[in-house]
């Protein structure tokens, strides 16, 4: 009988799950607390949104109601879950980073996006002095065009 129970503690101490560590997200930003975003391509500004009481509005390139839910696509970025990061190192360029893909402004917040993990489809984004790495897929939103964001 006592051996049973060892066995049957030692059998649930080895099945258990494990607590998984949180995940960091890219930014400590809520969605729920971003007014105004940013997304430039190539040193010029592409889509400038602002929130007002009406909801999300597009500013640039042409004034006009955002579709929420797109909106929150972007927003959804500040959250992206964290692969790696580590300092910036004195070295950019190693990255992309010299001269990003595209920075996304979350109110005060500069995000630059640079190069493509080419093995594993992951991006490196620089936030602050860190490289965070995070899926591929965050980065194409910012590729899309500023009428995707406009409310049909």
Same mark, same amino acid.
């Given at each position: 009988? !006592?051996?049973?129970?060892?066995?049957?503690? !030692?059998?649930?101490?080895?099945?258990? *799950?494990? #607590? #998984? /560590?949180? +995940?960091?997200?890219?930014?400590? !930003? =809520?969605?729920?607390?971003? $007014?105004? !975003? +940013?997304?430039?391509?190539?040193?010029?500004?592409?889509?400038?949104?602002?929130? =007002?009481?009406?909801?999300?509005?597009?500013?640039? /390139?042409?004034?006009?109601?955002?579709?929420? +839910?797109? &909106?929150?696509?972007?927003?959804?970025?500040? #959250?992206? /879950? &964290? +692969?790696?990061?580590? *300092?910036?190192? *004195?070295? /950019? $360029?190693?990255? @992309?980073?010299?001269?990003?893909?595209? &920075?996304? #402004?979350?109110?005060?917040?500069?995000?630059?996006? @640079?190069?493509?993990? *080419?093995?594993?489809?992951?991006?490196?984004?620089?936030? @602050? @002095?860190?490289?965070?790495?995070?899926?591929?897929?965050?980065?194409?939103?910012?590729?899309?065009?500023?009428?995707?964001?406009?409310?049909?």
């Amino acid at each position: 009988m !006592l051996l049973a129970c060892v066995v049957a503690v !030692l059998l649930a101490a080895t099945l258990w *799950p494990e #607590q #998984q /560590p949180e +995940r960091m997200a890219l930014t400590d !930003l =809520s969605g729920e607390r971003i $007014a105004t !975003l +940013r997304v430039e391509r190539g040193d010029r500004l592409a889509i400038e949104l602002q929130r =007002s009481d009406a909801g999300w509005q597009l500013r640039y /390139p042409k004034d006009a109601a955002a579709e929420d +839910r797109r &909106v929150q696509q972007l927003l959804a970025i500040a #959250q992206a /879950p &964290v +692969r790696d990061h580590f *300092p910036a190192g *004195p070295d /950019p $360029a190693r990255y @992309g980073l010299q001269h990003p893909q595209a &920075v996304l #402004q979350l109110d005060g917040l500069r995000l630059l996006f @640079g190069d493509r993990d *080419p093995a594993q489809e992951l991006r490196y984004v620089q936030v @602050g @002095g860190e490289i965070r790495v995070i899926d591929d897929v965050y980065f194409n939103l910012l590729t899309l065009p500023a009428q995707h964001f406009a409310r049909d």
